[in-house]
C-alpha cells in the first residue's frame, strides 16, 4: 500500500501545506515529505496522529473503497429513444444512489407513457418548452423556468402539447425509471 500518496491526496483535500499538516501532527515539514515521497514509514502512534489531523480514521484510510464518482459527463449518460421522446440517465448506475435524475425530451404533440403509482417522490423542472403534468385526475402546466414536484402515488405523466420540443430534468426518489 501506497501510505505517503495516500497520505498526501487527503492533505491536498484539505487544503493543507505539508507544513500545517506538521504543525498539527508536532512532526517536521521534512518528515511529511518523507512520508509523501515513500522514503520513511510512520509508526502506528503517528500515523493515528496523522490521520486525525487529516480528519479521517484508520479504517476509513486504509479501505479499498474508491473515490465516490461525483461529476458524470454528457459522454456517460445512457439514452434511450423512443416514440416522441428521449431520455437521458445523468447518473449511471443511478438506481443504487436515493434520486434518480433525467432528462426528458418531449417531441411536440407527444404524450409519455403513464407511470402508475409507486412509492416516493419525483421533483421536475422545465428547461425548455412547457408541458402538461398529468397527476391523477389533475392535469397542470408547466412552463420554462417552472417546476413540479409531487408524491409518485397516482398515476402520472407528462404531455407535450405545443409545436416546439420541451425539455424536462426529472428526479425520482427512489430511483425508477
Known amino acids: 500500500m501506497e501510505l505517503g ?8 483535500r484539505n487544503n493543507l501545506t505539508q507544513e500545517e499538516l506538521a504543525d498539527r501532527c508536532e512532526l517536521t515539514k521534512g518528515y511529511i515529505s518523507q512520508l509523501e515521497n515513500e522514503l520513511t514509514s510512520p509508526s502506528i502512534a503517528t500515523l493515528e496522529d496523522i490521520l486525525i489531523a487529516l480528519g479521517t480514521t484508520p479504517a476509513e484510510f486504509f479501505s479499498d473503497e474508491k473515490d465516490e464518482k461525483i461529476v458524470f459527463t454528457e459522454a456517460e449518460f445512457i439514452e434511450k429513444i423512443a416514440d416522441g421522446h428521449k431520455i437521458e440517465w445523468l447518473v449511471p448506475n443511478a438506481q443504487k444512489n436515493e434520486m434518480e435524475p433525467i432528462r426528458v425530451t418531449i417531441e411536440p404533440h407527444t404524450t409519455l407513457e403513464e407511470d402508475v403509482p409507486h412509492e416516493g417522490d419525483e421533483f421536475g423542472y422545465v428547461l425548455k418548452g412547457s408541458v402538461w403534468l398529468h397527476n391523477g385526475k389533475a392535469a397542470y402546466s408547466v412552463k420554462k423556468g417552472e417546476a413540479f414536484y409531487f408524491a409518485s402515488n397516482k398515476v402520472h405523466r ?13 428526479v425520482a426518489s427512489p430511483p425508477t425509471f
Open 158 to 170: 407528462l404531455e407535450n402539447r405545443t409545436a416546439e420540443k420541451a425539455v424536462v430534468l426529472w
Open 5 to 12: 500518496i495516500k497520505i498526501k491526496r487527503l492533505r491536498l
